[in-house]
């Protein structure tokens, strides 16, 4: 999901101020919460005729239309265009916002206060900024001038992270308004919850492991007490960007299986010749089946998998996780001297426990004992 940043964003002012191993069999639970799950598209082009035509064609097997445009951001008369036309075809609907403008574009802050009482319930929240987390350890920094500055080791950059996103006055304008925060990310999942996120969107793609990000971006929500989400994003840098129907059908099953309340479907940019965006007849089709499967009268014919075994990573370890020699908090950390241990006992345990693992990290805050009915850290030797 790299999107083109900006040159406008540098004029404003955006922040202020060891267990045994024990085999189990993980649970297995069959109550679907069919009300309370929702599953989407996100639209990334630039009109409001486009966003309509989109909205027209997954409408019967969505329920849920992501705006996740810079153009129609910054757009008030077609932002709303768009809203209105999604709750009328009786769709929920999440916003993106790079920044919250107060000088540029100070309707932001009027739309914000309004948005809750003119949509209801059919507004689920705002997407702000994109992928921190991933941004942070291959960049070093997760948002335009946003570093670390001099952190010296793990727990300074973990709290220059959580803090710096948390004072930014578009954190603060959403939060203060009562108004749920999502994002998608591809690392460190942990430290966006802790900065204030309430949902994050794990990034099924890349030829990364479905398993792996899922067992990550769950454990942080399930240790956190906040929600989670899967987005299916480009396996390619090129077209056709975006893995074939069947593929990405089982991604979006490996997510609801593993209990997340949102799976959305990324689409962007514009391939010539398809008006919809990347998504094809076969990612419509995959679509369809997928709601179909969830909608099913019969006994959820996709069982759900709790996480009930925790792997526990070291207090603060920043680590991508997406490779052995990925980085840890700046592209220049990592690997270190923990991460060929930590990468061993990792892999076996996803190998043995699939998705009934959740991988999460030994922070005192979080009483994750009673969340687990097994757990082991990343040094324990045994497994």
Known sequence: MKRIRLLLLTALLVSVVCLPIVYVHYKIKNEASKEDFFFGVSFGLNTSSEAKLLIDKVKGYTNLFVINSWEISTNETALNEICEYAVNSKMHFIVFFDFISHIIYPWHLTWLDTATERWGSKFLGVYL???????????????????????????????????????????????????????????????????????????????????????????????????????????????????????????????????????????????????????????????????????????????????????????????????????????????DDLSPMIWENMNKMIEKYDLGLDIIYNDTTFNFEEKYSEIYFWNDTTN
């Open 129 to 335: 900024y994109d992928e921190p987390g991933g941004r942070q350890i291959d960049q070093g920094e997760w948002d335009e001038g946003e570093t670390l500055g001099n952190v010296s080791d793990y727990s300074e950059a973990a709290k220059s992270f959580v803090t710096s996103i948390r004072a930014t006055w578009s954190m603060q304008d959403v939060k203060n308004r009562g108004i749920p925060v999502f994002t998608s990310d591809y690392a460190i999942y942990w430290f966006d919850y802790l900065a204030g996120y309430d949902a994050i969107f794990v990034e099924l793609g890349w030829n990364h492991s479905t398993t792996k990000h899922i067992a990550l971006d769950r454990g942080a929500a399930n240790v956190q007490d906040k929600d989670w989400g899967g987005i299916i994003v480009w396996t390619y840098n090129n077209p056709p960007y975006i893995a074939s129907g069947p593929q990405i059908l089982q991604d979006m099953i490996a997510a609801y299986r593993a209990g997340a309340k949102y799976v959305i479907v990324f689409n962007y940019p514009k391939i010539k010749g398809n008006d919809y965006g990347i998504l094809e007849e076969q990612h419509f089709t995959a679509m369809k089946t997928f709601w179909d499967l969830t909608r099913s009268p019969q006994k959820d014919p996709l069982e759900k998998v709790e996480g009930e075994v925790a792997f526990v990573l070291p207090k603060d370890y920043g680590w991508g996780m997406r490779r052995s020699d990925d980085s840890i908090w700046l592209p220049k950390w990592g690997p």
